[in-house]
């Protein structure tokens, strides 16, 4: 079945330090998505990629779609203890109404 | 503010006691799914409706059950909780297919 592929499962960096996941599908994505859940919180969206090639920014977050919509990328510049959480990318299961889930990424920041 | 709701946030239960889990929308959205994550995981899909139209995911086990009596409203029946089914339930909707999902603060169950 489709699988989504996250790495690196943790990462720890000093504050200030800049972070990057990645995310790999085994299918052509239609669109992909990321997520962020605070420890002890919910998923909660941060943004929508549809477009091949696509690069979006919010601020020190940049988002990246790959030319072949199968994978992505999130970068953090110059982490803030604000950042830490676990970071999803997920993206369309075929034509249906569900997501595939990334196992996450795991971001500490050390202040 | 519309909002997905969850109740209760933390749910304590027996060994074998059934437990429901409720889950409440204002924002209107066709699809509403149910997620159990457990420490450091992925959150898990175990169902989800597109309006009326239920559907289960294959490796959901049958101690799981779910219901959705009209838009706003869907709940998590699990029939007798094993202590493998300690974990956080989620619940998350869609205004589409395949869209943003929208989550709830979660349901944290604990099996004594």
């Known amino acids: 079945g489709q699988q989504v592929m996250q790495i690196p499962q943790y990462q720890h960096v000093q504050e200030g330090e800049d972070f990057t996941t990645y995310c790999n599908s085994s299918t052509t994505l239609s669109n992909i998505q990321w997520y962020k859940q605070r420890p002890g919180g919910h998923p909660v969206f941060l943004i929508q990629l549809v477009k091949s ?15 072949a919509k199968k994978n992505s990328s999130l970068h953090i510049t110059a982490t803030q203890t604000t950042d830490v959480g676990t970071y999803f990318c997920a993206g369309p299961q075929g034509g249906s109404e569900k997501l595939v889930f990334g196992k996450g990424t795991k971001l500490t920041v050390n202040p | 503010d519309a909002m997905v709701i969850q109740n209760p946030r933390y749910q304590v239960t027996q060994f074998g006691k059934p437990v429901t889990l409720s ?14 994550q457990k420490s450091s995981q992925a959150p898990k899909l175990l169902f989800h409706y597109y309006d009326k139209d239920f559907n289960n995911e294959a490796d959901t086990p049958d101690n799981f059950q779910s219901r959705r009596p009209n838009t706003s409203f869907c709940f998590l029946d699990i029939r007798s909780p094993g202590l493998g089914d300690a974990a956080m339930y989620l619940c998350a909707t869609s205004p589409r297919g395949a869209g943003p999902q929208h989550f709830g603060d979660g349901t944290r169950l604990s099996i004594l």
């Open chain 2, 23 to 36: 889950c409440s929308q204002t924002l209107n959205h066709n699809v509403m799914y149910w997620y159990q």
């Open chain 1, 53 to 67: 090639g696509e690069v979006k920014k919010q601020k020190r977050l940049t988002f990246q779609f790959g030319e």
